[in-house]
């Protein structure tokens, strides 16, 4: 199916609800609705110059979508586009294409992650964009490594939640300082895979 804003139409767009919901409408009517958190197993988004493809998997079931952006010059199309993987970016890895002008200051998540090994005193922690390896989460956790993590893993449905009384009943818990030591045992064995 084919959807364009021409004519009497009014305009499609994306909008990004704080839920970390992708919505598409074209005036009072809705498209599709697209949940972001914690979908990057089951959603993959690619941008290809002024486009964003999506494709879902959901319950075994694949489909795909495409968004092309439209602007006064093909370049203004794909600033626009690269605007709207930018705040993607926030909720899941998007991949780009060469030809693609990427926003400022962003490394497409295809990209590998350069990071900062060991911890130097007063050092600038390195700001990620993207997605991280397994191996970088788990040295970050460690304290291994200085980055900043992308907005991706800064969404939680924890952080909602006053967390004080949730913190003192696990320090209260005679057993809590073994699981601590249990899971550093686990990071630690996922370093050495």
């Known amino acids: 199916m084919v959807f364009e804003a021409d004519g009497d139409k009014p305009g499609i767009f994306l909008k990004i609800l704080d839920s970390g919901y992708l919505l598409v409408l074209q005036g009072q009517e809705s498209f599709d609705t697209?949940?972001?958190l914690c979908a990057s197993d089951s959603c993959k988004v690619h941008q290809k110059s002024d486009n964003l493809m999506f494709r879902f998997t959901v319950k075994?079931?694949?489909r795909m979508m495409r968004m092309q952006f439209d602007g006064s010059s093909?370049?203004?199309?794909?600033k626009q586009c690269s605007s709207a993987v930018k705040k993607l970016m926030e909720y899941l890895p998007v991949t780009t294409q060469k030809d693609t002008l990427p926003a400022s200051n962003q490394t497409p998540a295809?990209?590998?992650?350069p990071v900062k090994q060991?911890?130097?005193v007063g050092a600038e922690p390195v700001v990620v964009k993207g997605s991280l390896s397994i191996e970088h989460l788990t040295q970050h956790f460690l304290g291994g490594t200085a980055v900043t993590l992308p907005q991706v893993y800064r969404h939680s449905s924890l952080a909602h939640i006053d967390l004080e009384p949730v913190l003192r009943l696990c320090l209260l818990d005679?057993?809590?300082p073994a699981f601590v030591e249990n899971v550093e045992g686990e990071l630690r064995k996922l370093l050495e895979e």
């Open 174 to 176: 005679p057993s809590f």
């Open 60 to 62: 075994g079931e694949s």
């Open 118 to 120: 060991g911890k130097a």
């Open 74 to 78: 093909k370049a203004e199309a794909i």
């Open 110 to 113: 295809g990209d590998s992650v």
């Open 34 to 36: 697209i949940p972001l």
